[in-house]
């Protein structure tokens, strides 16, 4: 199974394109940053431009975002949610899985605490898929994403 986890936002977007074999693998991680000077509009385009990019490049089956939170800041939701809506546009017309994660079930799942710290997630992350250097903290996010759905299909499915 291939994954493209997604960390989406209105001016940096996190990728992680994450294979499960014996273990999982990563295959590609990395930041869109979007044209600050560019509307919303225009960065959306580009954003889904980027993402089809990448399933053109990687074909995943499966495609996981995490869910945005609107209580904390209601305004900055609102363009989190725009951009999430451009990566299920692509997983509607691609015809891929898709699912969504609370931030707290990400780290639930990763550190055994739905409370913990970015960056005890972040060197979770690091230690369980092997990465030699830290990625940024956007494509930590989406590597995390990733890992978490890997992680809760294995518990569902064991093998």
């Not at 609102?78 to 017309?93: D, E, F, K, R, Y």
């Not at 891929?96 to 992350?125: C, D, F, I």
């Not at 690091?126 to 978490?148: C, H, I, R, V």
């Amino acid at each position: 199974m291939r994954i493209l986890g997604i960390d989406p936002g209105s001016r940096v977007t996190g990728y992680a394109v994450v294979e499960e074999e014996s273990n999982p693998r990563v295959l590609s991680w990395g930041i869109l940053s979007l044209k600050r000077q560019d509307s919303l509009p225009e960065r959306l385009r580009t954003l889904y431009q980027e993402l089809l990019h990448l399933w053109e490049e990687f074909r995943p089956a499966v495609l996981v975002l995490e869910e945005v939170i609107p209580e904390r800041f209601p305004r900055a939701a609102l363009a989190l949610g725009q951009a999430q809506g451009v990566v299920l546009l692509l997983a509607a017309q691609k015809g891929l899985s898709w699912y969504l994660y609370h931030p707290s079930t990400v780290k639930q799942t990763l550190t055994g605490n739905g409370r913990a710290s970015k960056e005890q997630v972040a060197y979770m992350v690091k230690n369980m898929l092997n990465l030699e250097e830290d990625p940024p903290l956007d494509a930590t996010d989406a590597l995390a994403l990733a890992l978490t759905h890997l992680l809760r299909m294995r518990s569902c499915f064991p093998r």
